[in-house]
């Protein structure tokens, strides 16, 4: 995460952020170039979502704000004021879990993990989006998500198997 | 602090009482830099809740883009080398928050929403709180290597282009998302019946090739004159080798490109970009 990777200074103004995370409101404090991932994680304690390559190359970090896919490790966490965050975190109803991450097991789409909570987070943007969407859709909506692993094959499988469950 | 004006006259004050503040709007180049750990901003002035910088809109002679305006909203416009080009950037997140205005102030040679922009003969709207508004050339922004014409007390509020130009893009990388051009090119016809052409990665700031467009434009643009057009534009770019590509690779990408998008452009219906989208939309 950035705090591992560079110390940050101590004398970086704090801000106050209200916001609603998974349609809980949340108030907290934080340093004024704090990312909205690491504000996710470090300060709100939401580790679901992940960081891996900080640069905008991989997807991994990918939240929705006001249902919009964003990539979470480029954007600040100010800028969510009043806003409504969903995270991996939002989808699940107590052990019910969204149909996504119950296609996701199914097909066997995650091998190491890390890209997942990201990739369910493209994928439901675009099933709210879009609940008519042809293959390319698909293809374009998850092109900016890394599977290190390559498992891209039960990955998409799941995307479909969700989208012929909500669209029959 | 953190700064989030609703309006441009609100925007323009704080960047005037707080010039050292970090100015952003979708944050995505600012929030590389923190980061990597190059970066700690101790002020910040947030442009994207200011609803008229997201406003496209465009009469018959000009398209205005506000400089809120997001790859994504770019990708869906009528423009052809600005839609292609936006959609080449990144995936869907990142178009979601990415801007044409950072894209301009950022001013990498990579940028490709600005090779678009010089390509079609853009110009920006430079506004500050004490001198007010001035228009200054796409072609005269990029004063160096991720320097820009943009003072210290400016925002940058609209782009403009000729409407309804016929453009022509193409991006080289190594995969089909999430690419860093090697080479971009971008090629306009402008509503005048000029020629505009330009590059991205082959020098250090987004560049125009000029002499290539003044053989061009000197015409008739016949298959020999695109040839000449080629051989000149190779000679205006100054690309250097790096880990995507080396300086002969691009020069060689240059030519290419050139080739490929003038050919198209010359042996097209002559419409332009917005009559072929409609008449794709009505297909």
Redesign the interface.
């Given at each position: 995460m950035?705090s591992a990777?560079?110390?940050?200074?101590d004398?970086?103004?704090n801000?106050r952020i209200a916001c609603t995370v998974n349609g809980e409101p949340v108030v907290r404090e934080a340093p004024?170039?704090c990312?909205l991932l690491s504000f996710l994680r470090d300060i709100v304690g939401l580790t679901g979502t992940k960081g891996a390559c900080?640069?905008?190359?991989?997807?991994s970090c990918?939240v929705l704000v006001d249902g919009?896919?964003?990539?979470s490790?480029?954007?600040?966490a100010?800028?969510v004021?009043e806003r409504n965050v969903t995270t991996i975190e939002g989808l699940s109803d107590g052990n019910a879990l969204d149909v996504l991450q119950d296609k996701f097991i199914e097909t066997g789409a995650a091998q190491c993990g890390y890209c997942t909570p990201g990739l369910i987070m493209?994928a439901r943007a675009l099933l709210d989006e879009h609940p008519n969407i042809e293959e390319s859709d698909l293809l374009?909506?998850l092109?900016?998500?890394?599977c290190r692993c390559t498992g891209y094959a039960s990955i998409l499988e799941a995307v479909r198997r969700a989208h012929r469950e909500l669209v029959p | 602090m953190f700064h989030q004006p609703r309006d441009i006259d609100t925007a323009l004050l704080l960047r005037s009482q707080f010039p050292d503040a970090t100015v952003v709007n979708g944050a995505t180049d600012v929030s590389v830099a923190i980061n990597h750990g190059a970066m700690h901003p101790r002020a910040v002035i947030d442009l994207s809740r200011i609803d008229v910088l997201r406003a496209i809109s465009h009469d018959g002679e000009m398209f205005v883009m506000g400089a809120g305006v997001t790859f994504a909203q770019l990708g869906r416009c009528h423009l052809r080398a600005l839609r292609e080009a936006a959609l080449s950037v990144a995936g869907p997140a990142i178009r979601n928050q990415g801007t044409i205005g950072g894209n301009l102030v950022t001013a990498s040679p990579a940028g490709d929403g600005c090779v678009a922009l010089l390509a079609m003969g853009g110009t920006i709207e430079l506004v500050s709180e004490r001198r007010g508004p001035r228009w200054v050339n796409v072609r005269e922004f990029f004063l160096g290597y991720r320097r820009t014409a943009l003072a210290a007390d400016e925002l940058v509020t609209r782009i403009r282009v000729p409407y309804n130009p016929a453009t022509r893009w193409y991006k080289i990388g190594k995969r089909g998302a999430v690419n860093i051009s090697i080479v971009c090119c971008a090629a306009a016809r402008r509503p005048d019946g000029s020629f505009g052409l330009a590059f991205g990665c082959v020098g250090p700031t987004p560049m125009a090739a000029p002499k290539a467009e003044a053989v061009l434009n000197a015409g008739p643009v016949t298959s020999e004159c695109i040839a000449r057009a080629v051989e000149v534009a190779a000679t205006e770019v100054a690309p250097i080798d790096d880990h995507r590509g080396s300086a002969v690779y691009r020069t060689a990408m240059c030519r290419t490109l050139t080739c490929r998008l003038l050919c198209d452009l010359a042996t097209g219906d002559g419409k332009g970009d917005a009559d072929a989208f409609s008449a794709g939309a009505a297909a």
């Open positions: 950035p990777l560079a110390p940050l200074p004398d970086i103004p801000v004024v170039d990312t900080l640069e905008g190359e991989c997807g990918t919009t896919p964003v990539t490790c480029l954007m600040l100010a800028q004021a493209a374009t909506a092109e900016g998500n890394i | -």
